[in-house]
């Protein structure tokens, strides 16, 4: 029976040196391998078994963005209301309209 109990742990020993630990190796290469490379310092630094990292102007950047999407509903608001009380050639409504949505999705995402 000792003999038995010997064979299976010398088993055991012998399966993580030569298999489990290369399987890991390999995992580990594998996975440095397909995630990008991150450059941003120590800023971003995590411990293991901690809470999620998030930025610190995550906040920020998402007001940002809420502002640049209020104030295009503002603008189209008032180029609609504008063009239907003074005749303004409707290409020209177009172009401006479409100036006001580029710009302020540039604007909204210049931040995130």
Known sequence: MKLWKSFRVN???W???YITRNRLRLQAWWNSRRRPKVTTGSSS???RASAM???VGASSSQRHSWIAFGAMIVLLTALTSVAGQIYI???LVYAIGTL???GCIYW???GV
Do not use: D, K
């Open 108 to 110: 909204g995402l210049r």
């Open 11 to 13: 088993l055991m020993y």
């Open 45 to 47: 630094f995590r411990p």
């Open 53 to 55: 990292y998030y930025p």
């Open 89 to 91: 050639a409707p290409t």
């Open 15 to 17: 399966r993580f040196r």
């Open 100 to 102: 006001i949505l580029v």
